[in-house]
């Protein structure tokens, strides 16, 4: 016997059942991103290596762990599958001259992104995500919005109990310096750092905040705040942000360890927060990238955007008891006996489809107890049973079951069931 094909480790089937709840949020996501003004951009799954070394940064996690997938071409260059979303629309931003349409440009995709990582709960190395920017807009206001974009998608699925998590992680002006003071922090407590967080210190300190190994809660506990160390421009526009959202009445906790784990982000970062899902407790996350459209040439472009992990979000609707809706049943069945029925049958099923009706037929190669079929049509949980018999054949009839309430069962001609069908639906 031959050896069976399994899965690859971090990719994941998603089966019927799952499939609601998928259907749910890119139903409820896409309904939201049009109520804020956003329009839809599918952009590569495939891209240049060199957008994401300069666009995301050779210090961001997953280059510091090779997490991308990248493809050597016989021309000596390289492709990778996307790792993320946001450098792969400012790039179609920029080559698509988006950046001379009215601004904002507003966009949203939904997708799979491809990260090589130890596969956790909600975090595969295959994972869908509804991605969401503002580009064109220095506005604080900006950030708020893709804020309450995720709010508003959170709440419309019925979720409860949420709240922002939300800092500034400063700018080219006021950063570097902060970044000195915690490394020179951090430096003094080297005994105390996993091996991972010596080699975030090195490429990238602010990563370091956001470390999970023990003891570090301790540790950061003591370092220096981002917040002590804003710029005067950098202030102001945070101040603007938290401003905007007591004016909404939104809940948030300033949290000067949320980093995110790419070296683009500046000023506003952000993370929706539901307890669970694993060891994380965000829903979605984002920020401010002003510099990101310069840094794979184009155009200064301010930037804002977030992106939400459709596996993740998954989890969290079935640990907060969150149901999507089942989908409808086919309402019909069409059942036969053998012989000169069956064409019958299936012609009977082609021409209540072609008229917008759901529609099953009782599959059999060598015929079938009406029983059984009776059986097929209650567990599928459709609202008629339509019979075709040799004596309605001969007739030019069928025989129309009804599988619930206490309508009785009734002879229709051929040429008037589909008519007899859709007034009894609607």
Known sequence: MSTQIQRLTGMHDVLPDDRRYWDAIIATAEAAAWRFGFQRIDTPILEA????ARGVGEGSDFFVQKEMYTIAEADGSSITLRPE???GLVRAYINNGMHNWPQPVKLFTIGPSFRRERPQAGRLRQHSQFNCEILGEEDPAADVEVMMLAMTLFRDLGFQGLGFQLNSTGCPV???????????YLG????KLADIDKERLAKNPLRVLDSKAPGMDELLAGAPHIADHLCDDCREHFAD??????ALGQPYSLNFRLVRGIDYYVKTVFEVWQTGIGAQAALCGGGRYDGLAEEIGGPPTPGVGFGSGIERVVLGMKEQSVEPPAPPPVPIL????????????????YRLR????????AFSRRGRSMKSQMREADRLAARFALIVG???????VVAAKPLAGDEAQAVVPLDEIVDWVRERLA
């Open 49 to 52: 290596t060199e957008l994401f």
């Open 85 to 87: 979303f946001t450098a």
């Open 174 to 184: 006021c950063k570097p310096a902060y970044v000195e003071k915690l490394v020179a």
């Open 188 to 191: 003094q407590h080297m005994d």
């Open 241 to 246: 942000v938290c401003g905007l959202l007591d």
């Open 334 to 349: 069409v059942a036969y006996m053998g012989g000169a029925t069956k064409p019958a049958a299936v012609r009977l099923v």
């Open 354 to 361: 072609e008229a917008g009706i759901g529609a099953r037929l």
């Open 390 to 396: 040799e004596n309605e054949l001969a007739q030019g």
